[in-house]
Structure formats: structure tokens, C-alpha cells
């Protein structure tokens, strides 16, 4: 059985103060559903997340890393250095680093490299333009991000490889692909994956859906054979809203 997963990218929301408020607001939440429940805080937030957490059905994640050990790179921070702190799990290639940070599929491929040598779980985030949907390319450019950030992996990797299908077009605008379009890609993507690696590969790897994803939305979305979930931002930032989509399955 895949694993269902709803994970939480809070972004570059919440300080100290208001992390634990959401913290807080999040341990008094019902979960009905058996998904596995993720939470994104920044960076400076980690630790104090882990430890309000740690006995929780919660797992904290980081958003980013560098794919350097350790060394002159001002202002990141490495896979070490999470798992320092509690973290086994992070989201790489955002399309938010893609577009404002210059990640490209080549570099992410490195990051990618550098977390499963630490023995991390990688969600690892890709979609297509609003541009290349229109031109009906969408298809070839998620194959693309995936063959070149992945696809150089060997087939165990994918036991610790969460992919999260996020339409640019979707991504915070409130416009969220129709369920017939998620579930289209994911089956492609699951079928780009079962060409590469198997059947076997292909079916145990999770696609979550990522854009404007929220409480109204989402049990239409995971109810799609090949929609193993979420990655939820806007609605990851209130607690009520963000259990509302974990218990949508
Ligand atoms: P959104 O963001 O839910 O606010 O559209 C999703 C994401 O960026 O992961």
C-alpha cells in the first residue's frame, strides 16, 4: 500500500512566537484518516517545532537544504545540520527555489544526491507553466524535471523519494487543476516512472498534489487512484483548514 501523505509548506510565514501559536493549534486537532501528517517551518523554527512535536503523530520537515556537507556557503544550511536537530525529511525543488533561487533540475540532482547519502526522505516538487499547459507541453516538461533530477537513481532510492506534482499555474492563485487533470498527470508520472524503474517502483512511490489545494477541494482531488495526497501551503497556516484536508480522504 502507497502511503498517504498530507504535508504542510508554511513558506516564509510564522515567527517564533506564532509558530507555537500554530503549533498549539495544531496538537488539538482530530485526526479521522490514516495519512501521514507533515509541517514545513522555516528554517529558524525547526528545533522548537521538533520538540513540541517530537511525541506527536506530526513529522517536521525542512523546506531546502544545500547539497554541500559543510563550508563557505553563507546563508545555508546542510543535511547535517537538520538531522541535528530532529529533521529526516525535506522538500527540494519548489517551484518558488526553481523561479526565485535559479535551482535548476542539474543542481537539484546534487541536492538530491546529497540528502539520500544522509539517509533523508526527499519530497521532490516539479509541474509544468501556465505557458506549457496551454501549448499542451505539460507532459513533456514534468518527464523532463523528473528524468533529470531523478532518474540517474537506482531503483531503491525511490523507497525514500515522495513526489509532489505542483502546477506553477496553481500554485497560490487559488486556481487549482480540475481532479481529471490531477489524476491525468499523476498516471502519466507513475507510468514515466514504471517505464523507467518497473512496476514495482512505480507503484510505491506517493504523488501528492500541490495548488490551491483547501478544505473544499480536497476530497475530490485524493479521491484519484494515483493522487496519494498533498502538499498544502496557504491552508497549512491554519490549523482547523489544514486537518480539514488531512482527514479529506
Ligand atoms: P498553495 O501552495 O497551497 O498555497 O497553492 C502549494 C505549495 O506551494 O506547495
Known sequence: MRKQIVAGNWKMNNDLAQTQALLTDLQKQTQTSNAEVMIAPAFT????????????????????????????????????MLKSVGINTVIL????????????????????DAALEKEMQIIFCFGEQLAD??????????EGQIRKALFHLEASSFQNIILAYEPVWAIGTGETATPEQAQDMHAFIRQTLEDK????VANLVSILYGGSCK?????????????????????????????AIVNAF
Request: proline letters at 2%; aromatic letters at 10%.
Open 93 to 112: 525543488g519548489h517551484s518558488e527555489r526553481r523561479e526565485y533561487f535559479n535551482e535548476t533540475d542539474e543542481s537539484l540532482a546534487k541536492k538530491v
Open 133 to 142: 499547459r496551454k501549448s499542451g507541453n505539460h507532459e513533456n516538461i514534468v
Open 215 to 243: 478544505p473544499s477541494n480536497a476530497k475530490e482531488i485524493f479521491s484519484n487512484p494515483d493522487v496519494d495526497g498533498g502538499l498544502i501551503g496557504g491552508a497549512s497556516l491554519n490549523a482547523e483548514d489544514f486537518y
Open 45 to 80: 523554527n525547526l528545533y522548537q517545532a521538533f520538540e513540541t512535536l517530537k511525541h506527536s503523530n506530526i513529522e517536521v520537515i525542512a523546506q531546502n537544504m544545500h547539497f554541500a556537507e559543510s563550508g563557505a556557503y553563507t546563508g545555508e544550511v546542510s543535511a547535517n
Open 197 to 200: 524503474y518497473g512496476s514495482d
